[in-house]
């Protein structure tokens, strides 16, 4: 067991105005979006505004998305109660899931205004989104959220307010698997031009995966819990579909190029004839 470290959710202060962790870890993700999509960004024939323009329709899908996202799928019954719950974001909750949605709408709305298909511009928003998951998750660490079920491995520690028993630190581990090791693998097979899709789904794939796996070491939502036979949690629910559609879109894309490798093939026939 280790001892879970003492960090103060609060940046800082500026007088009344408290600064939390959490909140600039959007600021990281956001940021590292922006510097890396720029590197790439003649990929798509865009330009540094046009990817500023990008990151800001992100913003925006990942707030709104995130916050209905959490409200109907963790917070139904605080939404229907108080329905101006909705707009205090001071108070937390949001929704990975929920954020998604979000992004995939302003991806949508972006490739449309620059003329381009939805999967080319998907494919290259998927490697820049893993650093701001990781960040988001260490803000989710140092505000002692995401707590683990009891574990007795040498690296559990005991989350404050929970008692003294340790417990797996979940948040850590989908900082390494959603944050780190996604990234490494997303950004190195997109250096290359790859199956128009591809990209994509081992995206959806690959993170579904390593959440539905930290999901049997993570405690489920205490007002939620367990939906099904003592281990099934909301968590798993709504990734599953993401797994699903992840090997789908794969699947997809192999094909969707073989075809395509055919009728080159084909037509080049054709012309030799």
């Known amino acids: 067991m280790i001892p879970y470290p003492q960090i103060n959710p609060v940046a800082f202060s500026l007088g009344p105005i408290q600064l939390h962790w959490y909140g ?4 990281v993700g956001l940021t590292a979006a922006w510097w890396l ?3 790439r960004a003649q990929r798509l024939g865009l330009n540094h505004d046009d990817i500023g323009d990008l990151i800001f329709y992100g913003a925006l899908g990942v707030i709104i998305g995130g916050r209905l996202g959490y409200a109907l799928f963790y917070g139904l019954n605080q939404l229907l109660a108080n ?16 954020g998604l ?3 995939l709408v302003a991806a949508w709305l972006f490739a449309r205004r620059h003329c381009l298909t939805f999967f080319q511009l998907t494919d290259f928003i998927a490697p820049l989104v893993p650093i701001g998951l990781g960040a988001g998750r260490l803000g989710n660490f140092i505000n002692h959220e995401l707590p683990g079920r009891v574990s007795e491995l040498p690296w559990a ?12 630190p979940s948040a850590l581990y989908e900082f390494a698997l959603e944050g780190v090791v996604l990234f490494v693998v997303l950004w190195w097979l997109s250096s290359q031009p790859r199956r128009r899709g591809m990209v994509s789904g081992l995206f959806l794939l690959l993170y579904g995966l390593f959440r539905f796996a930290v999901e049997f070491v993570r405690l489920p939502d205490e007002h939620i819990g367990f939906l099904a036979f003592g281990w099934v949690t909301m968590g798993m629910v709504l990734t599953l579909p ?9 699947i997809w894309s192999r094909r969707k190029a073989k075809e395509e490798t055919e009728r080159a093939g084909l037509a080049k026939s054709r012309s030799g004839a």
């Open 24 to 27: 600039l870890m959007y600021v």
């Open 37 to 39: 999509g720029r590197r």
């Open 83 to 98: 329905p101006l719950w909705l707009f205090k974001l001071w108070e937390g909750g949001m929704s990975f899931h929920g």
């Open 101 to 103: 949605a979000g992004v």
């Open 157 to 168: 520690m005991p989350f404050p307010h929970m008692g003294p028993e340790p417990r797996h």
């Open 242 to 250: 993401m797994i699903l559609s992840g090997a789908a879109l794969v």
